[in-house]
């Protein structure tokens, strides 16, 4: 006899990204996201704006999930949304919203942890990684190295005590009137510049924590300092600037992974969250695994940076283990791992 299929729908919305999926037996069958560039006039989230684009791309982002798996609401098994962290009134339109259809359907609901959907990214395509292993969480609002022990079982080992690595690029990238999220726009002129052109001060943190906050103000006095010199200081030398930050912010985080290695004595290394598309981190990161003899694993861009699939392959795990939520279920805004 032929089994059921279990179709899980997933709902993301912490941040400025609006998405939802569907995975089937553990298999992400749609995949969809609408990206608010409402934020850009602002230099950054706006809160309360993030919270009504969410509102009003729900839906539509809902229903093409639905029709690209080419399945009806009556369909579908479980809903699944992120729980935390995010921002509170963003995460609670997507909570609100699956609350509202699993109790409509009748099917149970699934809250997941916004961390570890970044990590079990890595188990979206092959190949994937065996447990355990040790991976670098680098995200707008975390940078953390965190030992998966499985699916479900992680153990926090180290996290940023200030600024998260992915807000250091963004706000970096102000500091040089770069359109928001500025990271991406480093990452790109980086790869047509010089990184030993310029050295900036590093901040080192005991053990396995990291500081993002020291370099961003280094940077903001360096940029000071040339640009009273030569008033066109930025734009003559973008490249060499934007290559020397970025090779220097990937210095500080290989530091501590060669570290968080030699500590659990493992030897299989992941990646995940948005600074994870960073391509001058991903080509350190292979060069490095190769000379360590680690087995790296890498998603692919699009599962880096917020998405509904990683939201949907945790639950597909959460759902095996029958680790339900309920409708008395909080958002939880700054939920630890
Ligand atoms: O995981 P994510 O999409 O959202 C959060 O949960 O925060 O990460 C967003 C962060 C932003 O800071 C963005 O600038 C950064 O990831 N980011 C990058 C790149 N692509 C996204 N940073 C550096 N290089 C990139 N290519
Ligand atoms: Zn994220």
């Known amino acids: 006899m032929q ?48 919270s009504r684009a969410h509102q009003q791309k729900i839906i539509p982002v809902v229903n093409q999930a639905l029709a690209d798996a080419n399945l009806s609401k009556a369909e579908l098994d479980a809903i699944a949304f992120t729980q935390g962290p995010g921002l509170l009134g963003a995460l609670l339109v997507g909570a609100c919203f699956a609350k509202a259809l699993a109790l409509g359907l009748g099917i149970p609901l699934i809250a997941v942890h916004h961390m570890q959907a970044h990590i079990l990214a890595n188990f979206i395509e092959e190949p994937q990684p065996s447990f355990p292993f040790l991976c670098l969480t680098i995200s707008g609002g975390h940078t953390q190295l965190i030992l998966v022990n499985n699916y479900t079982s992680m153990q926090l ?49 005991p053990g396995l924590d990291f500081s993002f906050s020291g370099i961003k103000t280094a940077f903001l006095y360096f940029v000071r300092k040339n ?80 998405n509904a699939a990683m939201v949907a392959m945790a639950a597909h795990y959460q759902y095996l283990n029958q680790e339900f939520a309920n409708l008395k279920t909080n958002v939880s805004p700054s939920i630890s791992i």
């Not at 500091?175 to 047509?192: E, N, T, V």
Request: with cysteine; hydrophobic share 40%.
């Open 3 to 50: 089994q059921k299929n279990i179709n899980i729908l997933a709902i993301e919305s912490s941040c400025d990204e609006t998405a939802a999926a569907i995975i089937c037996n553990g298999k992400i069958i749609s995949n969809v996201i609408a990206s608010q560039s409402i934020h850009q006039l602002y230099g950054g989230v706006v809160p309360e704006l993030a």
């Open 157 to 205: 080992l180290g996290e940023t005590q200030d600024d998260a690595v992915g807000e250091a690029f963004d706000k970096i990238a102000k500091i040089m009137d770069f359109s928001y999220p500025g990271g991406p726009l480093i990452d790109h002129y980086a790869q047509y510049g010089n990184p030993k052109k310029f050295d900036f001060p590093t901040t080192t943190m």
């Open 227 to 306: 640009m009273q010199k030569n008033p066109k200081f930025i734009i003559e030398n973008q490249a060499d600037i934007c290559a020397s930050i970025q090779h220097t912010l990937i210095q500080m985080l290989l530091t501590k992974v060669k570290a968080a290695m030699a500590q659990t004595g493992v030897n299989t290394l992941a990646l995940a969250g948005g600074v994870a598309a960073n391509q001058g981190l991903r080509k350190a990161l292979t060069q490095l695994a190769e000379k360590e003899s680690w087995q790296l694993f890498i998603p692919a861009v699009a599962y880096c940076t917020d």
